[in-house]
């Protein structure tokens, strides 16, 4: 059955392949983005996917912007949160504003997310939602308490929503990529980078479609059973 999907920051990284997953999968898929107009025009011109600028911090800015993919494309079956930042610093440097930039996108943002089109799967009896955590909200980073504490919490919400959607047909699981070759990533410092990769027993980095086939899996039809799990794709650095 065709279904309409919503990927948060679905235009740029691990997100961009989640949108071209689900399409090559038959869905009708919006990708959302904060403000990189450019990357957004130019992952439409290549994939043929809408894109809608939003800031999933704001609750207001993403109820409107959800019901604006729902007129245009129909109800939102599949939900994947997926929009992250990061403002990593050493926890004694670390300011109020970091922080809480932080918590605004990575937590606060999944609520505002999910909230808006929750009511919709319950009535339709059928939903996925599939929340972006990370390896670090497993095992804690070195200068990343605000990046780990959301991580960790999204963690929270999956397995809570999982227990009050379950009769009504909707599941709800996570995803922990380890270190995935995107801009993120290649952000950190190169020695830092290396010693991370030297952590990492597949010795390398992962593929962001390494991540979206995770989510290509958990987002169909035939996955109803698999509701309130972590799905931990690392190369074999961290086991829970
Ligand atoms: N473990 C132990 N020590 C570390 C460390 C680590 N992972 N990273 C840095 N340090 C050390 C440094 O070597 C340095 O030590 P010295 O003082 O002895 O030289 C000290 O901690 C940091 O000192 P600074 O005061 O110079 O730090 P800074 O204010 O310049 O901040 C930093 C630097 C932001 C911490 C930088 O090192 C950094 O970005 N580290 C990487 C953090 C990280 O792994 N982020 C993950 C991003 S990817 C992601 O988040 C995606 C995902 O989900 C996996």
Redesign the pocket.
Known sequence: MARTALVTGGSRGIGAAISQALKAQGCTVAATYAGNDEAAAKFTEETGIKTYKWNVGSYEESAAGIAKVEEDLGPIDIVVANAGI?R???FH?MTPQQWQEVIDTNLTGVFNTVHPIWPGMRERKFGRVIVIS???GQKG????VN?AATKAGDLGIVKSLAQEGARAGITANAIC???IATE??MA??EK?RES?IGQIPAGRLGEPEEIARCVAFLASDDSGFINGSTISANGAQFFV
């Open positions: 990061t990593d610093a050493p440097k990370s390896i670090n980073q070195f200068a990343q990046y990529p380890g270190y993120m990533v950190v410092p830092v991370i």
